[in-house]
Nanobody, 121 residues
Framework: QVQLVESGGGLVQPGGSLRLSCAASGSRFSITSMDWYRQVPGKQRELVAGMPSGGSTTYGDSVKGRFTGSRDNAKNTVTLQMNSLKPEDTAVYYC???????????????WGQGTLVTVSS
């Protein structure tokens, strides 16, 4: 099975920076999209950065100009560089991929375990 492992969450002061990473492992799969979402308790999960293969990265309105997503296709990894962090950025951040299982040609998706980011003084 394809698995995702996230790292990089923690506590940071307002105005600070943090970088999250996510690595996909497995065999015989082709990733079509690698994405970051976040969720606050009681609120709907929202898209932070969407990175489709062969397409342009899409950012949520609340993070444009502050967050930057990047992707290393050879290593099947994705990172999220977060700058100028605000208290309202506090959330659990989830890595997500859409992929094709090359053995069956089926389109599937998988979520990371989530990592907590807390922005507070």
């Amino acid at each position: 099975q394809v698995q995702l492992v996230e790292s990089g969450g923690g506590l940071v002061q307002p105005g600070g920076s943090l970088r999250l990473s996510c690595a996909a492992s497995g065999s015989r799969f082709s990733i079509t999209s690698m994405d970051w979402y976040r969720q606050v308790p009681g609120k709907q999960r929202e898209l932070v950065a969407g990175m489709p293969s062969g397409g342009s990265t899409t950012y949520g309105d609340s993070v444009k100009g502050r967050f930057t997503g990047s992707r290393d296709n050879a290593k099947n990894t994705v990172t999220l560089q977060m700058n100028s962090l605000k208290p309202e950025d506090t959330a659990v951040y989830y890595c997500h991929i859409n992929y094709i299982d090359m053995r069956t040609s089926r389109r599937l998706e998988v979520w990371g375990q989530g990592t907590l980011v807390t922005v507070s003084s």
